[in-house]
């Protein structure tokens, strides 16, 4: 049985101040919580990382937000697997839709990435999604193949199964308008037949999250399709209170 996985991406929000009081938070509420079927992961900015891995319990996940794929050099700007690492982090989310859209990141560049933290021993969380004028012209299925074979490529069915897969229509993404629970189903579904074809042994394994405007008022329902294993959550995981409603919804 998958164990289910809520994160949230706190994108460019929060100081380590803001971080630290969050994580004391989360320790107190974790304190009185049986978490069960249930993994918890925050994914600050890399200024806070350090703060929230030190300041929370071993079993909260802690993933970045990005990496580059070398390990050290003449990359301004840019953190390694290898750093990720040595502060005790768990895994990245790579490709997130903004990322793809304001860095111009691709499903190539994801693939250096992804390969670069399993190389390291960390989770790769990674994101697909198709935009809104791909989804009016019935292309999600055909966007998300695409982004599932470039950003998985040249990976055994080892490393595949390590890998975490956040189904994230762009179009719902901190707009409210969140995909239906037959959309989200379907395309779930659609991600592990695909994942199935590159390496069956994956396939029942292998966790798929949605995100897109889940909130404490619907992650309940995401959650109980069958092929949704968790939640990627933005706007509603910045505040304590409903971080915690969304935890307590799930356990
Ligand atoms: P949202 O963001 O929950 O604010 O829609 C989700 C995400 O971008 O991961």
Redo the contacts with the bound molecule.
């Keep these: 049985m998958r164990k289910k996985l809520l994160v949230g991406?706190w994108?460019m929000n929060k100081t380590p101040k803001e971080a630290y009081s969050f994580a004391l938070n989360l320790n107190n509420v974790l304190e009185h919580t049986q978490l069960n079927n249930l993994d918890i992961g925050i994914a600050p900015t890399y200024l806070c990382l350090d703060v929230v891995r030190k300041n929370t319990t071993r079993n909260v996940l802690v993933f970045a937000q990005n990496v580059h794929f070398e390990t050290q050099g003449a990359f301004t700007g840019e953190i390694s697997s290898e750093m990720l690492k040595s502060i005790d982090v768990e895994g990245s989310i790579i490709g997130?839709?903004?990322r793809r859209m304001y860095n111009n990141e691709t499903s190539f560049s994801c693939n250096k990435k992804i390969k670069s933290l399993l190389k390291n021993g960390l989770i790769p969380l990674y994101?697909v999604g198709e935009s809104e004028s791909e989804f009016n012209a019935n292309q999600t299925k055909n966007v998300i193949k695409k982004q599932i074979n470039e950003g998985l490529k040249d990976l055994d069915e080892k490393e595949i199964t390590q890998v975490i897969i956040?189904y994230?229509p762009i179009w719902?993404?901190?707009?409210g308008k969140?995909a239906s629970s037959e959309i989200a189903e379907s395309v779930c579904a659609f991600i592990r037949k695909e994942i199935a074809k590159l390496a069956p042994m994956a396939k029942d394994k292998i966790r798929i999250l949605y995100?897109?405007?889940?909130?404490p008022n619907n992650i309940k329902e995401y959650l109980s399709l069958e092929d949704v294993d968790g939640a990627?959550?933005?706007?509603?995981?910045l505040k304590i209170e409903s971080f915690t409603e969304m935890i307590n919804a799930l356990i």
């Design positions: 991406n994108k997130h839709s903004e994101c956040a994230e719902s993404i901190g707009t969140n995100g897109g405007s889940v909130k990627l959550v933005g706007g509603a995981s």
